[in-house]
């Protein structure tokens, strides 16, 4: 049965992606609204081509309306950033559910993101492809011991020199196709830290049974360890495409050449363990897991000041990872248990970072 659908973002590489997955006909879905950022002539060509409403996420009323006036079954929250917490909750408050693309909802919003979500009797779908990977393989099994979440490595995996590196550099990620800010976060594996800290939430899993391993070809996309001692992963090729149509389909559609299959000829997969000391900001993230409270949210903003200071030239590359480890030092062990809370710590933390520049 096909399901409607509304995409936010719709203009990014996740809204882009899921988007020529609709013109192929690999996702069954009726469209019924489009959300974009800052290309409006970007986004008003998709509306027409789709022939359905578009609108910039230019305020919280705005999207607000937009979204009670064009439900869907199911919403895509591809936004970038903790701007994306609103917007889940906005889609959630709609009676939708939540295909998620926006890892920093979960970062952010924590225990009180699935709170809401049960509260309205919503469900919230993870979109990465670790996380997406980790959902599908755990359905059925009770006796998972622990998760194990690849990494590509970045481009500066074995790279001597790191305080040199420029922004263009560090957004050139080797593998996946995606924007400047996560590419810059998958070179110092800040994105990797994100998503363990999403996993733990997302699987109920504390920090000590969430492994990651590097990855380079990014094939096998994550596995689950079983009490008995037997892995199962999920491959294929490093392709968006499965996980959004996956998530979004939720099991209502049968998922037929989504991607191209996997060819074993020539195929070799490697996995090495990642340093501790090139890689403190993935090393900070476990930390985080571990005390949660408001941890995890100043975590997110303090690295989203560090990068764009990074990106605008203000500060080195290896300052990034300063600037988020001086910020986690202040106390962050309040409980924020409502949006409001949690946008008073992001801004707190905001500030504290800003002023470490």
């Known amino acids: 049965m096909s399901r409607s659908l509304l995409i936010l973002g719709a203009t990014g590489s996740i809204g882009t992606t899921a988007l020529n997955a609709v013109r192929e006909g690999k996702l069954n879905v009726s469209l019924t609204g489009l959300v974009g950022g800052h290309d409006a002539s970007s986004l008003s060509r998709l509306g027409q081509e789709f022939g359905c409403p578009c609108t910039l996420n230019s305020s919280s009323e705005v999207l607000k309306a ?34 998620l693309a926006n890892k920093e909802s979960i970062v952010m919003g924590g ?3 699935f709170s809401e979500a049960e509260r309205l009797g919503r469900r919230i779908i993870p979109v990465d492809s670790e996380h ?15 998760l194990v979440i690849t990494a590509s490595g970045g481009p500066f995996l074995h790279r001597e020199d ?10 050139a990620h080797p593998t996946w196709k995606m924007g400047r800010k996560i590419s810059i976060d998958s070179s110092t594996l800040a994105n990797k830290g994100l998503e363990v800290i999403e996993a733990g939430f997302l699987f109920n899993m504390p920090a000590e049974r969430i492994e990651v391993t590097i990855h380079r070809q990014s094939v096998v996309h ?7 001692g037997s892995v199962y992963a999920q491959l294929s090729p490093p392709d968006m ?8 389909a939720d099991g209502r559609q049968a998922l037929v050449d989504v991607v191209r299959p996997l060819s ?21 993230a476990y930390e985080v897991l571990g005390k949660k409270a408001g941890y995890p949210i100043a975590y997110n903003a303090a690295d989203e000041v560090a990068v764009q200071a990074f990106v605008d030239g203000q500060i080195g590359y290896l300052d990034i990872a300063r600037v988020v480890g001086s910020t986690l030092d202040a106390d962050w062990s309040a409980v924020a248990d409502s949006y409001e809370a949690i ?7 905001r500030r504290l970072a800003s002023s470490l520049l």
């Open 66 to 99: 937009f979204l009670e006036a064009n439900r869907a079954d199911i919403a895509l929250n591809a936004i970038a950033g903790a701007a994306g917490l609103e917007a889940s909750l906005l889609c959630l408050q709609a009676g939708m559910d939540l295909a």
């Open 111 to 113: 225990d009180f993101l």
């Open 132 to 146: 997406s990977a980790i959902y599908h393989l755990i359905q059925g099994h009770s006796e998972v011991d622990s």
């Open 162 to 171: 790191l305080a040199s590196v420029t922004a263009d550099e560090a957004a």
């Open 222 to 228: 994550s596995m689950i360890r079983m009490r008995d």
């Open 241 to 248: 495409t499965l996980p959004i149509v996956a998530a979004v």
């Open 264 to 284: 074993f000829k020539g195929l070799t997969l490697t996995f090495e363990d990642w340093d501790r000391e090139r890689f403190p900001l993935l090393q900070l």
């Open 343 to 349: 946008m008073e710590v992001d801004g707190a933390a």
